[in-house]
């Protein structure tokens, strides 16, 4: 039997087609996890949801964190701290997680992305202590009912042969390209509609090898999924490349097979026109982090002049130990209002900053399935109650980002629901919220 839903009456369901359409008092047709049709006076037998006083969205899409991290909010030396001292206050800390810590992290991070309007989350794990493994995350998309792009990271030059991890976090790396093949041929899943998909990330420049980088790109072509890592966080990565390998990330990057429409990387903060222009040619993306890097001090990411040249940039929450929230909504208004600090009051509009949202984290993940509202496409829907407090007064409510709620009245992903009126309903918050704070308070114990 079909599974159908009609979301009816919208005040405004911005599309993110390829004309970008707003359309008034429009509705949404889902049948079995597909959008049927978008319009006017749509009619079906379908269970309702009425969307009046509401703007209805692309489910927002996130393409850069590492869920673990949720553990280890606001933990006391590593608030203040640069990119490197903030990793070896916390890299202890997270030396003592196992499989129940990285689970539970999961689950709270991704609850609270779904929250926020976040359909489709990719999540970057590169330690694996005591038997962690990357299953653990994907079980926990699974009980939200996220689609979920997990990367399998890696570490593997510890600190006694000049890298940043202590050596208890780093693993060797033939075993690291062995458990890339389980994880690949276990779970990925390359059709269109897929909920869940394999990427595989080393962790940066300054954590693994050349050789593991490019065996890793190898691999990955040879599978066919994507690659991920983080790249010219801050003056210090940059400092660090110079050094070590006497050039600019983005020369490493490309000299490794670290470019291309497979390949996405995270920050990008320093990146210099030369890497922009590379970038934009070789089709690769970027996963931009604005409130972390606020956070970490690491600067402004050029994403205005990245836009310009054609690069394809999508949003990222990174891990709330250096961001602290997981919100994505509120992840595309600090992307819009640093573009704005850093170029003016014109740089980046509210209307193009949630683009980048929906639509471009989709694009950046290779999904172009996903982050629009069109006929075909998948039922991955964010429906904003715009009649509350946080929208009263707005002559624009479809300016979502300049005054607009920042948790979502209801969210779909594949036609079910996941969020509904402002309740997650595939899992018990308050029993995973206590679980996290009873591991939270063992790790603070010590």
């Not at 959008?35 to 509401?54: M, T, Y």
């Not at 703007?55 to 393409?63: F, M, W």
Request: aromatic share 4%; proline share 4%.
């Amino acid at each position: 039997m079909s599974r159908e839903t009609l979301i009816r009456n919208a005040d405004i369901i911005l599309t993110m087609d390829d004309r970008r359409r707003e359309l008034a008092g429009a509705d949404i047709l889902i049948r079995d996890g597909i959008i049927i049709a978008v319009g006017q006076g749509l009619q079906s037998g379908a269970e309702v949801v009425d969307a009046a006083g509401c703007i209805v969205t692309p489910g927002l899409v996130n393409t850069h964190h590492h869920l673990y991290q949720t553990l280890t909010r606001a933990v006391p030396g590593a608030q203040d701290a640069l990119l490197f001292g903030w990793l070896k206050a916390l890299y202890p800390i997270w030396a003592r997680f196992g499989p129940e810590e990285m689970r539970v992290s999961a689950l709270v991070g991704l609850a609270e992305l779904a929250l926020s309007g976040c359909t489709l989350s990719s999540d970057h794990l590169y330690l694996y202590p005591n038997g962690a493994r990357l299953d653990d995350t994907i079980d926990a998309a699974r009980e939200i009912g996220l689609r979920f792009h997990a990367t399998r990271g890696a570490m593997s030059i510890g600190e006694s042969a000049g890298g940043l991890p202590p050596d208890g976090l780093v693993e060797d790396e033939a075993a690291i390209l062995d458990d890339c093949i389980r994880v690949i041929d276990r779970y990925h899943d390359p059709a269109e509609g897929a909920m869940l998909r394999i990427g595989l990330a080393p962790c940066s420049p300054f954590s693994v090898s050349r050789a593991l980088m490019r065996d890793t790109a190898s691999l990955a072509r040879d599978k066919g999924v994507m690659l991920h890592t983080h790249l010219a966080e801050n003056d210090e990565d940059i400092a660090y490349s110079l050094e070590k390998f006497g050039c600019r990330p983005g020369q490493y990057a490309e000299d490794l097979g670290w470019t291309g429409n497979d390949v996405w990387h995270a920050h990008c903060v320093k990146l210099d026109a030369a890497e922009i222009e590379l970038f934009a040619r070789s089709g690769t993306g970027v996963a931009h982090c604005p409130c972390s890097n606020c956070r970490l001090g690491s600067g402004i990411a050029p994403v205005r002049a990245m836009r310009d040249a054609g690069v394809n940039v999508g949003l990222g929450v990174d891990g709330s130990a250096s961001n602290d929230a997981g919100n994505i909504v509120a992840e595309a208004r600090q992307a819009m209002l640093l573009q704005r600090v850093a170029r003016g009051a014109d740089a980046m509009s509210a209307r193009e900053a949630l683009e980048i949202a929906t639509r471009g984290g989709a694009d950046v993940l290779g999904r172009d399935d996903c982050g629009r509202i069109m006929p075909g496409k998948r039922a991955d829907i964010a429906i904003w109650d715009v009649s509350g407090i946080d929208s009263a007064g707005s002559w624009d409510r479809a300016a979502l980002l300049l005054a607009g709620p920042s948790r979502v009245r209801d969210l779909f992903v594949e036609g079910r629901q996941v969020v509904r009126d402002g309740g997650l309903v595939t899992v018990d918050l308050p029993r995973l919220i206590e679980a996290q704070n009873r591991l939270a308070r063992a790790l603070a114990a010590g």
